[in-house]
């Protein structure tokens, strides 16, 4: 069965490094998703990405984070200069049409720690 | 004030017990998911509904569009149903998913 992969599994930074995590969303997917969630809290929404550009992003999206599909399958965050508070677990998803009654596909996660 | 609430927030069970999972919202949708995340932290969708009832294997999800509530039932709970249970509903042009902040379920044998 497909599936949404994510590198790497775990993170390790200094603040103030740049980091970017990968993922590969499902072959014939089109719309793709970053979420986070930082222990102990709920999921949250960081940015929506189709036909190659932003289709939404929340306040948590500020300039040091950006998104890019560089090869038509990888779909990257980066996050320019970590913070502390950056420190959370980073999931990607996808779906195909991007329907309202449409299942999002999640990877296992990116778990990010910013000393 | 969080938009999907969840109830209870923390939950033990024995094993073969029937266990209920409740999710309100406050707001109009036109479709509630009900995904399961493990203690890794991987999510996994299980259901997505927007009316009636639907039923996979010894779980259960019923939904009531008017009184904006849903349930998660599992019928003969196992340890393997150990897992925090999060109810979440699709919004907006993009339908990214808003998130309840879940239900903490240990099963006991």
């Known amino acids: 069965e497909p599936e949404v992969t994510q590198t790497p599994s775990h993170q390790v930074t200094q603040m103030g490094q740049e980091v970017i995590l990968r993922c590969v969303p499902i072959s014939n997917h089109l719309y793709f998703y970053w979420y986070r969630q930082i222990l102990g809290q709920k999921v949250e929404f960081l940015v929506s990405?189709?036909?190659?550009?932003?289709?939404?992003k929340s306040e948590i999206f500020d300039d040091q984070f950006s998104v890019e599909r560089p090869d038509g399958s990888n779909f990257t965050l980066k996050i320019r200069s970590t913070k502390l508070e950056d420190s959370a677990m980073y999931f990607c998803a996808s779906m195909t049409l991007g329907q309202v009654e449409e299942t999002q596909y999640f990877g296992p996660g990116t778990r990010l720690l910013v000393l | 004030k969080n938009e999907v609430e969840q109830s209870p927030q923390n939950l033990t069970a024995q094993e073969g017990e029937f266990i209920t999972i409740n999710c309100s919202y406050s707001?109009?949708?036109?479709?509630l998911h009900w995904l399961q995340q493990h203690p890794g932290g991987g999510i996994v969708s299980l259901f997505m509904l927007s009316s009636g009832k639907k039923k996979h294997g010894r779980l259960i999800a019923t939904i009531n569009i008017q009184e904006k509530h849903s349930s998660l039932h599992i019928t003969a709970s196992h340890p393997r149903d150990s897992a925090v249970y999060i109810c979440?509903?699709?919004?907006?042009?993009?339908?990214?998913?808003?998130f309840g902040t879940g239900t903490l379920l240990a099963v006991q044998p």
């Open positions: 707001v109009g949708i036109s479709a």
């Open positions: 979440a509903f699709a919004r907006g042009a993009t339908n990214k998913l808003i």
């Open positions: 990405f189709y036909n190659n550009e932003i289709s939404e």
